[in-house]
């Protein structure tokens, strides 16, 4: 009776007593590390706000554009830039840049071509990076083998599908393109229902 109840409260967005548990143990582990690493510049504020959108800027310089970006490749953008290389180097700012494969629809000349996932895999934060060879065109960790759809930041395979939601599903950045074609970042929103916590995960919208 228990379970069901859990169950009826995850498919309805609300973090449940379950997924509190499992930030307690986070925050357990979090705090074993305590001496050793800045924890506070380190780890996402989920109250936090991002409140301008902001262009995306390649790591060549360029800004991502809908006329030069390749279908069926990636990049690896830094968000939200802070200007100081530090905290700019670390994992939980680096996102997958994706643009789609043609049979995902990665050739529509509008922003639906792309998606913009966290780098950090939801099992035990390794980095994920996307694969565009025939065959593959996934996001796949190197540690433990969880890979994620493009579509939408599922993990389909490897522990992380294993995970109860949202702990299943990657952190998204919402874009729109301007007139020129240059992509932009939404502001963020680093709750579960919206944008999803970096390193925890993201519950998928009911479409
Ligand atoms: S950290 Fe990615 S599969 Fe384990």
């Known amino acids: 009776m ?3 109840e ?16 499992k930030l307690l143990a986070a925050g357990g582990i979090a705090l074993a590390f305590t001496p050793f690493v800045p924890w506070g510049k380190f780890m996402p504020d989920p109250t936090n706000t991002v409140a301008n959108k902001v262009k995306i800027t390649l790591p060549g310089g ?6 030069t970006f ?7 953008v830094t968000y939200p830039v ?15 840049l994706v643009r789609l494969p043609a049979s995902m629809g990665g050739t529509a000349d509008d ?9 950090v895999c939801l099992h035990l934060w390794c980095l994920w990076k996307y694969w565009p060879q025939p065959g593959r065109m996934r996001g796949e960790c190197p540690c433990h083998g969880s890979m994620y759809r493009m579509q939408d930041g599922l993990a389909f395979a490897g522990p992380a599908s294993l995970q109860a939601p949202p702990s299943n599903v990657l952190p998204i950045l919402y ?5 020129n074609g240059d992509l932009w970042i939404l502001p963020a929103i680093w709750n579960v229902n919206d944008n999803g916590i970096v390193g925890y995960g993201r519950f998928l919208q009911k479409s």
Do not use: H
């Not at 922003?111 to 780098?119: K, L």
């Not at 874009?175 to 007139?179: R, S, T, V, W, Y």
């Open 2 to 4: 228990a379970d069901e």
């Open 6 to 21: 859990e169950f009826v409260q995850d498919t309805r967005g609300t973090v449940t007593r379950r997924d509190f548990l």
């Open 62 to 67: 360029g800004i991502a554009n809908i006329k």
């Open 70 to 76: 390749p279908v069926d490749s990636s990049e690896v």
């Open 82 to 96: 802070t200007g100081d290389p530090v905290l700019d180097s670390e994992p939980f700012r680096k996102w997958q």
């Open 111 to 119: 922003v639906s071509a792309f998606r913009c996932y966290s780098m």
């Open 175 to 179: 874009l729109e393109a301007d007139g």
